[in-house]
Every structure is written in C-alpha cells, then in structure tokens.
C-alpha cells in the first residue's frame, strides 16, 4: 500500500482515537523531592542487603519506572539502525505487544485478523480474548513454509473486516524466515487497507548470508509493524521485554494506550545493560555458538533412523523434525508417546507440535547448550531404536 492510500485514523479502533491518555506529574517533572505519586518516601520493605544491592545498582525500586524509556529505545534503536525513540512501543514481553496491537486497532466483535498458519498459537489466543475473529491462510505445505499470496488476497477480499495480518519471521514452529519479497507484497495488497504485523522474535538467528530484518522499512511502509523481543537471542526472557518498531504514529497511539509504568526499572536497566558492548559481544559469540549446534544437531538427526525429515528452513534456533512409523510415514502417536515419555521419564522437555497443519509427527526442539544437546542426541535415538 502506498503512504498515500493509508491513513492510520481510518484504522485504529474510534475509543482509542479520541482517548485522553493517563498523564502523571512525572511525565513533565522527575526529580527534587517527589510527593506527587504516593510512592513509599521511606523505601523498599525489604532486607538491607537485597535493599543495599539494588541501591549499588542505582536503582530506585521504591519509584515507579520511566513511563516513556526514552534511553532504552534509544538504545534500541541504534542496534537496528533506527534513528529517535518516537518509532518503540515497549511491552511486557511481545506477548504484550501482540495483545496491544489487537486493542489499538480491532473493534471487539466486528474486526478480524488474518494468520498463516502454522503459526504462533498467542494470535489466535489473544483475538479469542479480544473478541476478535480469526482468518487463516495457510503457509506453503512443501516443507518450506513460504506465504501463500493469492491465498491471503482471497481471504482479505471475502473478509473486509480484516485489520491486522500477522506474519511470522522466522516463524514458530515452522523455523522459516519470510522472503523479504513475500512480506513487501503483503505490505502493498492494493485492496488491503490494515496492518500487517511482522514478528521477528527469531530474526536474530538468521544466518547472516540470508534477508535479515525488516525493522528499518518502517520509515517506507505506513502500515507495518515489527515486533521482536529480548527473549530469544538476547537470552533475556525472565526479563520480558517486547518490542514494537513502527511509525510515530502508530507508536503514537500504542503508547497512548499502555498501562502508564508498564516496563519494570529492573527490566529496563537489564535491558539497557544488553546493548552495551561488551553484552553485545556476548550475544554474538551465543549466536554463532547456537548456529554451530544448531548444524550439528541437522547433521546427526539425518544418521538416527526413525527420524524424518527436517521441515523449515532452520532460521531459527530450534528444529523442526518429523518422527516416522515403521512404515516410514510421520507419526503422531509415535512423536507424542516419545514427547510424553522424554518428559515424564528422562527428564528432557521437548515440544510436540504434530497437531499443526504441515506439521504431522513432528517435535519442535530447541537447540540447548552442547551438553543438552548431546542428551538430545542419545535419547532421541535411544527411543527410536525402541520396537513399536
Ligand atoms: C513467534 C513468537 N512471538 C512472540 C513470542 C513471545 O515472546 P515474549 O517472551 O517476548 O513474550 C514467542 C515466544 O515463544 C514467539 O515464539
């Protein structure tokens, strides 16, 4: 869609176009002797030495948190190649952004979402909680998990209630990233007038030969929304930071909406500390160990028999795998009965995602630490070599 053809008061939800944000004292004053937000003036009940840690730390637990976060997003968006805070919305969690996204813009029982399964299942879970309708079109069933186009032209053209299209990149539980050609025909559906929602939660996993991020078209394209998260690669998810990258103005109204201190001090100093050098250096040096893994583990899936084939395009860090019947067909029965025995016997939780579409006999594994995923190793094949 062309900058011209969108218009984002035409899409965002009427109470929240005319809604009067929440404003605290502390948006225009934060410091000097503060008696403005009922705080406890004598500080946290809590024992001196865990009282005497957070203080050596700066921070000021007894305070409500920065409502705008300004540092952080500047932080932010340094690393993806963003210039100003004015482009964030900051969540707890993308979970939190994801929720957000449905209650800026979908009118409970009347609007409607599109997914392209299989997918993240908290789209579906938060438009059942929004009172929002679900649309489906279904990825590309050829193990390559690509968008079905035409597919998503039908469905928007019978569904004109239709205001958000989530897409999924590198998607959960296919692991494969979107071709960026594939998300820019999406972006300019010239009978689509709504958002389109890119979750990039994996996209740092990307192997740097590949399209990598989206993040910085926000500047070209009025209608999309990336969000991402500091659970993945950054290793952060106990955190729960999510991240919306968008344009001012559809920032604009989300952060009008949010809850006034929804991102924790701890959270957003943690954070902070994540993007200084040395942790970025960390985090690198975690990715290029992951992907090492994440090939070696590809490697030696293909040598134990009664393992299938590896679905997706492996950009994320997990794996995708089938678990086959003695006829060599992917099994169901056989991939929850080793999903269920792995977890309640051997101590060793995988995640079995056989019931969606594309994904038949199939566990989702995460790629762990070399230890983990030398215990990987052993009782995946220690189970197949199992008569069935
Ligand atoms: C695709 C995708 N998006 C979002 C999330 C949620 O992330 P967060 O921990 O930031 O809420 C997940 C978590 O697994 C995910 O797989």
Redesign the pocket.
């Known amino acids: 869609m062309s900058a011209k053809a969108f218009s984002v008061k035409s899409v965002v939800r009427p109470n929240i176009l005319t809604l009067k944000p929440y404003r605290c004292a502390r948006d225009d004053f934060s410091e000097g002797i503060l008696l403005d937000a009922n705080e406890n003036a004598y500080g946290p009940a809590l024992n001196p030495s865990s009282e005497a840690a957070a203080a050596s730390s700066g921070l000021d637990i007894h305070r409500y948190p920065d409502p705008h976060q300004h540092d952080l997003k500047n932080l932010i968006a340094q690393f993806r190649g963003l210039i100003g805070p004015e482009h964030f919305f900051l969540g707890v969690?993308?979970?939190?952004?994801?929720d957000m996204v449905f209650r800026v813009f979908c009118v409970p029982g009347k609007d409607a979402i599109l997914i392209t399964p299989p997918t993240?299942g908290?789209y579906s879970v938060c438009a059942q909680i929004n009172d929002v309708q679900v649309h489906e079109a279904t990825l590309t069933l050829d193990g390559k998990f690509q968008l079905n186009i035409n597919e998503i032209e039908k469905q928007i053209e019978a569904h004109p209630n239709i205001k958000i299209i989530f897409l999924?990149s590198p998607?959960?539980p296919t692991g494969s990233a979107l071709t960026h050609e594939s998300i820019r025909r999406v972006l300019t559906l010239p009978n689509y007038k709504g958002i389109v929602a890119v979750?990039e939660?994996?996209v740092d996993f990307i192997d740097a030969s590949k399209e990598g991020s989206t993040s910085t078209w926000v500047k070209e394209y009025p209608n999309l929304i990336v969000?991402q998260?500091?659970?993945?690669s950054f290793g952060l998810?106990g955190v729960?930071?999510?991240v919306a990258i968008t344009t001012p103005d559809i920032a604009f109204y989300m952060n009008s909406t949010k809850a006034p201190y929804n991102i924790a001090s701890t959270t957003s100093r943690i954070a902070q500390e994540a993007f200084q050098p040395k942790a970025l250096e960390i985090l690198r040096n975690h990715i290029v160990v992951m992907t090492k893994e994440r090939t070696r583990l590809l490697e030696a899936f293909k040598s134990i028999s009664g393992l299938g084939r590896v679905l997706g395009t492996n950009d994320a860090n997990f794996i995708l795998v089938e678990v086959l019947n003695k006829e060599g067909k992917p099994c169901n029965e056989r991939a929850f009965n080793i999903y269920q025995d792995m977890a309640k016997r051997q101590g060793l939780v995988v995640r079995f995602r056989g019931k969606e579409i594309g994904c038949e006999g199939c566990l989702r594994i995460t790629i762990g630490t070399p230890e983990e995923n030398d215990v990987v190793l052993k009782r995946l094949t220690e189970q197949l070599s199992r008569l069935l």
């Not at 969690?93 to 994801?98: A, H, Q």
């Not at 998260?229 to 993945?232: D, E, G, N, V």
């Open positions: 969690g993308s979970d939190e952004v994801i993240y908290m999924c998607g959960n979750d939660a994996y969000m998260t500091m659970s993945k998810a729960r930071l999510g």
